[in-house]
């Protein structure tokens, strides 16, 4: 557990992360207005549960989300960290294909660049699906139940549960977290041994089934002005290289501070809502349960034998 943080003057300070010392500022600015958590609450939470998220961070280029001013400020997007860095924090040069340039990316590897990032004002932490020894190939597939405005977080449990008895009778296994926000993010074990390709063309068989079964309430269609505002979209393609989606762990820059967290498929049950788990109450959980979503970094399903199984 690193040192308390230490005043170094009006306005900035430092925290001693083992034998890094990671510069700090503007700690007492609210982030969340209503609820009164400040930047510092920010950096204190992800300090307590950098060996929880930092497993699901390493190795794994970053797509910053900053929220400089807290979650009624303005929030922008940055990729390229070039220059910026500091030396404890290590970077990656990576070609973009849409840019024609190299991007170079932060690699969160250790507890003080999880730190670093908190005082940048990235309140949620958004990591590649696949890692820098094959980036081509992911460790996971995500399907990412996304309601409308229209629709009950029951119904998001439901599009949950009937993925999971796809999986089931494909024989393959599948984890679920809250996104933090309003949805469910389904995760399914790849092992990194298909490409990305691949991998979305079964998320995309996978979400067919799925719909079948609920075609109520649930589509297909990204666009929700096509879709309409009652029907959950079930997004499979955020099995892209370069796609990115809040890690288990992450607080969200959404009121009362929640935070993606692993459920056991058993708590999907009328009641639950996702702002259930939050900054203030997460590490009881932890405390009792333990991290959930380790068997998503495990071995990976195969894909022929679903599919096969599957009539696919």
């Given at each position: 557990?690193?040192?308390?943080?230490?005043?170094?003057?009006?306005?900035?300070?430092?925290?001693?992360?083992?034998?890094?010392?990671?510069?700090?500022?503007?700690?007492?600015k609210i982030y969340w207005p209503v609820e009164g958590y400040l930047k510092k609450d920010l950096?204190?939470?992800?300090?307590?549960?950098?060996?929880?998220?930092?497993?699901?961070?390493?190795?794994?280029?970053?797509?910053?989300?900053?929220?400089?001013?807290?979650?009624?400020?303005?929030g922008f997007y940055q990729k390229d960290i070039a220059g910026k860095a500091p030396a404890f924090?290590?970077?990656?040069?990576?070609?973009?294909?849409?840019?024609?340039?190299?991007?170079?990316?932060?690699?969160?590897?250790?507890?003080?660049?999880?730190?670093?990032?908190?005082?940048?004002?990235?309140?949620?932490?958004?990591?590649?699906?696949?890692?820098?020894?094959?980036?081509?190939?992911?460790?996971?597939?995500?399907?990412?139940?996304?309601?409308?405005?229209?629709?009950?977080?029951?119904?998001?449990?439901?599009?949950?549960?009937?993925?999971?008895?796809?999986?089931?009778?494909?024989?393959?296994?599948?984890?679920?977290?809250?996104?933090?926000?309003?949805?469910?993010?389904?995760?399914?074990?790849?092992?990194?041994?298909?490409?990305?390709?691949?991998?979305?063309?079964?998320?995309?068989?996978l979400a067919s089934l799925v719909q079948e079964q609920l075609p109520d309430f649930t589509s297909?269609?990204?666009?929700?002005?096509?879709?309409?505002?009652?029907?959950?979209?079930?997004?499979?393609?955020?099995?892209?290289?370069?796609?990115?989606?809040?890690?288990?762990?992450?607080?969200?820059?959404?009121?009362?501070?929640?935070?993606?967290?692993?459920?056991?498929?058993?708590?999907?049950?009328?009641?639950?809502?996702?702002?259930?788990?939050?900054?203030?109450?997460?590490?009881?959980?932890?405390?009792?349960?333990?991290?959930?979503?380790?068997?998503?970094?495990?071995?990976?399903?195969?894909?022929?034998?679903?599919?096969?199984?599957?009539?696919?």
């Amino acid at each position: 557990m690193p040192s308390r943080i230490k005043k170094a003057d009006e306005t900035d300070t430092e925290l001693k992360v083992g034998n890094t010392k990671v510069a700090l500022s503007n700690l007492h600015k609210i982030y969340w207005p209503v609820e009164g958590y400040l930047k510092k609450d920010l950096v204190d939470y992800y300090v307590k549960i950098a060996d929880y998220i930092l497993p699901y961070l390493r190795n794994r280029p970053m797509s910053l989300f900053r929220n400089p001013d807290g979650i009624k400020g303005f929030g922008f997007y940055q990729k390229d960290i070039a220059g910026k860095a500091p030396a404890f924090a290590e970077t990656q040069k990576i070609f973009s294909e849409s840019t024609d340039k190299d991007v170079e990316y932060v690699i969160c590897n250790n507890k003080a660049t999880l730190v670093w990032l908190a005082n940048l004002g990235c309140i949620e932490m958004n990591p590649w699906n696949s890692q820098l020894e094959n980036l081509d190939a992911p460790d996971y597939l995500i399907i990412d139940i996304d309601p409308s405005e229209g629709n009950s977080f029951d119904q998001v449990m439901e599009t949950a549960k009937v993925v999971k008895s796809v999986m089931d009778k494909a024989g393959g296994t599948c984890h679920c977290k809250t996104s933090g926000a309003t949805g469910i993010h389904v995760y399914i074990p790849m092992g990194k041994k298909y490409k990305y390709d691949q991998v979305r063309d079964f998320a995309r068989v996978l979400a067919s089934l799925v719909q079948e079964q609920l075609p109520d309430f649930t589509s297909l269609e990204r666009s929700l002005k096509k879709r309409g505002r009652k029907n959950i979209y079930i997004d499979f393609l955020q099995n892209s290289r370069g796609q990115t989606l809040a890690s288990a762990y992450s607080l969200r820059p959404k009121p009362g501070a929640p935070v993606s967290t692993p459920l056991d498929w058993n708590e999907l049950k009328k009641g639950l809502l996702p702002t259930d788990f939050n900054i203030k109450n997460i590490f009881k959980r932890l405390e009792k349960k333990g991290d959930l979503f380790k068997p998503v970094l495990g071995k990976g399903i195969d894909l022929r034998k679903c599919l096969t199984k599957l009539g696919a």
